[in-house]
């Protein structure tokens, strides 16, 4: 027994001290020798996919020879321009390794060094510390490298090496720790990855073991929501991972995915497999978010955290932020769990494939990932499909001063071109073309009266599609408020409001407002009501909202007990919180404080609003599709007149008009009962 007690301490203290003295891989940061080598290889070979990203990254302003940093000794004061520097100094170095071009090394070298002998102090500033980690691990994974170049002096090198440790290290760490003295799960997942992978390029640039396994360490448990378990938190069928911020918006989801991906990348060059830990759930994550951006539906379980976000859908169902192929993520993930472990990921695959070659740098994503990741030309071809089918689908919706345009997508679309005619059948001009997976378009340059024939096509790396079949829309000019309807300004208004209707979109009302905002004791808004009596529901769809100006601009639903600005009052609005927080309003008394409660901190239009009227009770609700809806905090029950006024209500905190379009507009008389995550 004895023996075996000595065994097990002997191994137990063999395993601490082989993980203690870890020896790291040269270069071994984003690339090994070896993926070095094979980039070199074929891009010299002219291959395709690798000449095509080759190619789009000798053409990229941050990968010339010429390219001048601006060191600061505080990189704090701008991290977006540290960024752009690292950047610079990431694809001068991977251009002279591939070109064998001394001048692009010399380049990456002038960078480094520039900031290696200017920063004297860690990083203060705006988001500092937090985001500032982006920065540092692009220089981190530059520098490793530029490691190879022999020009680059061994004393120049222990500066660059002392900057990390001594003045930028510590900015991370200290993130992690304390998170700027907020709750553990108030910043958003991609604000602790960004710190992980920084401590962990660090680690590696240095040789430093346990900088290394912080990263590690927090990537498995850590208390923050960089714990991947914390970062894709829901799982759901068909190996499918909610991601953390999906509910914010689609911009930072693909960020972390991305920064996540470049973590795992660095840590399987050292021989530690993070892409496969909990079962590959950040391939989970990745096939989820490359499903949503691909324009096909996701399961979604409310996400919520400490500073109550709300987050009751998956943000941008109708807006271009999803499907905008903004992020060169998809290479490393697919190269990764696809080709080299065979495993299945359709969604990481497509988007892969429609991305192809990546070659767009986000200064927060660097990309050119089939350049760098590319392991099979067979697994990884280019064009990856044929010219695409042509769109089907397609419908016109009027507005005012707007077209609204829907299609079904087209699995292998890149992008797609709107046509317009004023005469059915043609001839089309080409009013639009972008990039993106997003199956929709707002026509803003029409005439009102004017009817126009829209027909849509489908693009990608190998085509242009036929034509759809045609749709079209006339948009008309506002006119008088319907029958019942009115409208006046309340309290006080700098400008003037105004509002008018049309017959278009289930009913569309332009409302303008300037006014001193809904809250306090007393509102001052544009305001367009009815009079109803006894229980009453509206429901509304906020289309458009163009703010007046900066700060707190409400815009929704309203009921009020009279017109004065200080009556009892009930408001379903969005406009806080960076013109996005959805609010839930309560006046209880004339003339008391109006109180707040908490909906979906990242509302954006177009977003469908609803207040309701059962006896003494009021309830709001908000919906993005005006079918499954959600009850916003609790009912408040309160006494109020029998007759009162619901409506549509503007206000900008300013003397600029805010310009809001309503449409499907909505008052029915008597209660409608529903519930949380009802459905209509």
């Keep these: 027994m004895n023996q075996m007690k000595h065994l097990s301490f002997f191994l137990l203290l063999f395993c601490i001290i082989t993980a203690s003295a870890q020896t790291f891989v040269h270069p071994g940061g984003l690339h090994t020798q070896t993926d070095l080598d094979r980039m070199k290889t074929q891009v010299a070979a002219g291959a395709h996919p690798w000449i095509d990203s080759w190619n789009a990254l000798i053409a990229h302003p941050k990968a010339q020879n010429t390219y001048t940093a601006a060191a600061k000794a505080n990189m704090g004061v701008s991290r977006q321009r540290a960024s752009a520097d690292a950047v610079a100094a990431y694809l001068n170095a991977l251009r002279w390794y591939i070109s064998g071009d001394t001048s692009y090394a010399a380049c990456s070298r002038k ?74 799960s108030h910043y958003w997942a991609n604000w602790d990855i960004c710190n992980m992978t920084a401590i962990l390029s660090i680690g590696v640039l240095c040789d430093d073991t346990t900088k290394f396994n ?47 991906a470049s973590f795992c990348q660095i840590a399987w060059n050292q021989g530690q497999d993070m892409y496969a830990y909990d079962n590959n759930r950040l391939l989970a994550g990745a096939e989820y978010t490359a499903q949503y951006n691909l324009w096909k539906e996701v399961p979604y379980t409310t996400y919520n955290n400490c500073d109550n976000v709300q987050n009751y859908w998956a943000s941008e169902q109708n807006s271009g932020g999803r499907g905008r192929l903004q992020r060169p993520i998809w290479e490393m993930i697919y190269n ?15 988007m892969a494939e429609v991305n192809r070659p990546e070659g767009f740098v986000h200064d927060d994503n660097i990309g050119f990932g089939t350049l760098c990741y590319t392991l099979n030309a067979s697994a990884s071809p280019y064009p990856a499909s044929p010219a695409p089918s042509a769109p089907a689908g397609l419908k016109a919706t009027a507005s005012v001063g707007k077209v609204w345009l829907r299609w079904n997508p087209v699995t292998s679309a890149t992008g797609y ?203 709001a609700y908000q919906s993005t599709d005006g079918r499954t809806w959600f009850a916003v905090g609790s009912p408040v029950t309160v006494a109020m007149a029998g007759t009162y006024f619901v409506g549509l209500a503007v206000s900008s905190n300013s003397s600029n008009l805010n310009t809001a379009t309503y449409d499907s507009v909505m008052v029915t008389s008597g209660s409608i009962t529903k519930r949380k995550n009802h459905k209509k």
Excluded at 220 to 233: E, M, Q, R
């Design 417 to 619: 071109n709107i046509l317009r005619s004023t005469t059915s059948g043609g001839p089309y001009t080409t009013i639009a073309t972008y990039r993106g997976t997003f199956p929709l378009y707002e026509d803003a340059s029409v005439t009102n009266g004017t009817t126009n024939y829209y027909v849509v096509s489908a693009i990608n790396q190998a085509g242009t599609s036929s034509n759809s079949s045609q749709e079209s829309a006339t948009p008309k000019a506002t006119g008088a408020l319907p029958s019942g309807w009115s409208h006046q300004d309340i309290g006080t208004v700098a400008t003037a409001g105004s509002a008018g209707y049309a017959n278009v979109s289930n009913g569309t009302f332009v409302v303008n407002g300037s006014g001193a905002g809904i809250g306090g004791a007393a509102d001052g808004l544009s305001y367009v009501y009815k009079t109803v009596t006894g229980d009453a529901t509206i429901t509304a769809r906020l289309a458009i909202s163009t703010w007046g100006s900066s700060g707190s601009q409400k815009t929704g639903i309203m009921i009020r007990e009279s017109l004065s600005s200080n009556a009892i009052a009930f408001s379903m609005t969005s406009g806080d919180g960076g013109v996005r927080e959805a609010r839930f309003g309560s006046r209880t008394s004339t003339g008391g404080s109006m109180d707040f409660q908490t909906g979906n901190l990242y509302t954006r239009a177009p977003t469908w609003f609803r207040l309701q009227r059962a006896g003494n009770k009021f309830t």
């Design 111 to 184: 960078i480094l060094n520039a900031w290696a002998y200017a920063v004297n102090q860690v990083p203060s500033g705006n988001d500092i510390p937090g985001l500032m980690g982006i920065a540092i691990y692009e220089f981190a994974v530059a520098a490793e490298i530029l490691r190879l170049y022999p020009n680059w002096s061994q004393a120049d090198f222990n500066q660059f090496k002392n900057m990390m440790t001594t003045y930028l290290y510590p900015n991370c760490h200290d993130f992690l720790t304390r998170h700027n003295n907020t709750c553990i």
């Design 214 to 260: 912080e990263a590690i360490s927090y990537f498995k448990s850590g208390a923050g929501n960089g714990n991947i378990t914390k970062a894709v938190p829901f799982l759901h069928p068909g190996g499918l991972g909610q991601w953390q911020e999906t509910g914010r918006d689609q911009e930072h989801a693909l960020l972390g995915v991305g920064m996540f």
């Design 336 to 350: 990764h769990y696809v080709v080299r472990k065979g495993l299945s990921a359709p969604n990481v695959k497509a």
